[in-house]
């Protein structure tokens, strides 16, 4: 595929060789011993099945031989997702999540072929075979201002093809206009509606940009910690072997080696180099300092902030528009809701064993 | 477009979780009609809300109704969590709840919680038990059986439950569900945000249930599970939590004086 928006597009491409990868997992076993998450991106990591394949079976030698201990995610396009691969999934507890923009108008946009063509109807019958096999799968959204139009609709669809959680992201870099974020502020109270229904009906889901303000002001404080800690909890391993604090600054493997590079798995953790970083990303904007709504803001995000800006505390003007908009507007959703006593959102939100008893639920 | 800092915003007219925590009948008047018509769920969650309330259940099994630390008692519409009846040959106590019991893992921005391996559980509640002199060594450790059944894909799939510690003395054992005991008895969530999910008090409630129903079983029985705090050492002194009211259930039942 070429999609339009990728971060890391297909130049200078080096493939990671079985050896880097068992270094890689070995390396980040060491470092984590007790609960190494390994996710498997590309590109498309499903070209290199035989790879992760590998790599797993590494990752099991390694749980019986040392008594660590891993669990597995895959961010896929989906297009070679197929039975065989979903039944490997399962065996080995590797979990999907599916890159999909939502209905066909909203996911053709920018999620075409090399030859230009769009990949929804190849993904129709994968959606329900992810489904059947792994049905909290996730769904990675991206919304852009070509398609923020669509971004209810494709939302409603996904809820009403089955799927529990949808993580929805906004393209930052994308080129917004006063019009498409008026057209953004129009769809985020489509949303808010919807949500609102559901919720009342019972039904159970996640959609990310709403749950997360939530829990910014439900949770206060305590929701700070679930926010990126930028290098200490999370690396990302480039093909040729060298560490980053986020899958975005590996970019193509190449450009951004020796700026925001902190090491290699071959030769460990540069500590002056991951502390240079986190203090970089620690740092706020002075334009947000004096913002009331700072701590329930996405601004912490030094990846989205490198995106859009090029520098890790800078932000960029559209995530302060599109957050000053989508804050009031959940408020006023959750105040509704908490005035109508809606037993799911004050379970969902309030109790903090929903997750089990939601999982009972399902099971009986 | 340009950056603009909120220079006032109001408090949103909707609590924070403090409130919940301080006003504990906001979970339990508001419970969602799909739930409460699963008695199971219902159950669970009443016994969850009443763990909530004071970390300390000492059931009792009579009209439907639990004793609560301070004095009070609340009546449980549905309660899971009581006793084997008096005609069951096992008597199990039921879970103490001492912390969520319940991990997820997985998410890119979040760290991962702490779970205790089964050595480290071990150690603590044998260190507790010793105390009382009950003694869980030798071969005695491997003294009891139990197939756990459990649903997996619309299929019920079985596993063989050894205790982890028994007393042939006082005829006491016990069962410490941890991390991996969870995935072998289906307690694993495949995917549940922020990740991957561990339903760890919801196996050992489920084993609970399961011993009462046993039958040839007659051992007086506790199931622990791992707290999953946010440390180790506040895992590990939850489960403390959790072994004294199980030492406290014992000697409620007479169970040390039966030698």
Known sequence: MRCSYCYSPPVNRIDMTEETAHRAVEFASELYPANTGVIFFGGEPLLKLPLIKSTIAKCKQLERKRGCSFHFKISTNGLLMDEDFLQYANSVGLL????????????????????????????????????????????????????????AESVKFLIEKGFKY????????????????????????????????????????????????????????????????????????APDGDIY????????????????????????????????????????????????????????????????????????????ETERLLIPIVDRLGERLYRKRAPMFIQKHYNAVYPIISLIEDRN | MEIKPIKTYGFPDYPTREFAVLNPELLRYNVPAVWKAKPLVAGTLAAFLLGGVTSKIVAQNTEEQVQVSSGDKVKLQETTRDEAPETSAAR?????????????????????????????ARLIIEDAMKKQKIAFDGNDTIKDTFTYEFEYKGETRKVKVVLDGYNEKFKIGYEFISREDCCKMGGSIPMVIPGNGYNIIGVADSLVEQLKKSSGNRTNVGVFYDPVADTKELSEELLRNQVQDFISWVKEHGILEAE
């Open chain 1, 245 to 320: 604090p986020c899958v975005q600054f590996v970019a193509d493997g190449v450009s951004n080696k020796g700026m925001y590079t902190m090491g290699n798995v071959y030769t460990g953790i540069d500590e002056n180099e991951r502390q240079r970083l986190y203090n970089m990303h620690s740092k706020a904007d002075d334009a947000c300092m004096e913002c009331a709504v700072k701590s329930r803001c996405n601004n912490n995000c030094s990846c989205l902030n490198y995106q859009t800006t090029g520098m890790l505390h800078t932000v960029s003007p559209v995530l302060c």
């Open chain 1, 166 to 237: 949808v993580i929805a992201s906004l393209n930052y870099a994308g080129d917004w206009t006063d019009e498409t974020i008026t057209e953004l502020q129009r769809q985020y109270r489509k949303l808010a509606r919807l949500y609102e229904r559901w919720t009342l009906e019972e039904r159970k889901f996640y959609f990310s940009s709403f749950e997360t303000k939530f829990s910014s002001h439900i949770r206060g404080e305590d929701a700070l910690c679930y926010r990126c800690s930028f290098g200490k909890y999370q690396l990302s391993i």
């Open chain 1, 96 to 151: 999907v999540a599916l890159s999909l923009d939502g209905i066909a108008e909203a996911h053709d946009k920018h999620r075409r072929t090399t030859a230009g063509e769009g990949t929804f109807d190849a993904l129709l019958p994968k959606m329900d075979l992810l489904l059947q096999y792994q049905p909290y799968s996730n769904i990675l959204m991206t919304v852009t201002p070509e398609t923020v139009q669509y971004y």
């Open chain 2, 92 to 120: 199990v106590a039921p879970v103490f709840v001492h912390g969520g019991g319940y991990g997820s893992i997985g998410c890119m921005a979040i760290s991962p919680p702490v779970f205790l391996s089964e050595g480290e």
